[in-house]
């Protein structure tokens, strides 16, 4: 059987790990557990990714418009009523 590999603060683990998990029954809990720290910070990541994606996607649209002869910079066009 493997040994766990909780890092901790610097203190490994020699526990024996759960069959099949990487972690023994003391920390698998905490590697798991919603809203810690870690997740909360890989989902702030992926926001970020997703947001400069969206952000890339529109400069390059807005950059081909330019391209083609559009002026963002004059007033809007309103549609009649």
Known sequence: M???TWI?????????????RSYCTDH???VYKEGTRLARRKKDLKTVD???TWQ?????A?????EE??????ERWEPET
């Open 62 to 66: 807005v950059q081909e418009l330019e």
């Open 56 to 60: 890339t996607l529109m400069d390059e």
């Open 2 to 4: 493997d040994t766990c």
């Open 69 to 74: 002869g559009w002026d963002f910079r004059l």
């Open 8 to 20: 901790g603060q610097g203190e490994c683990c020699t526990q024996a790990s759960i069959e099949g």
């Open 50 to 52: 997703s947001v400069r």
């Open 28 to 30: 698998i809990w905490l």
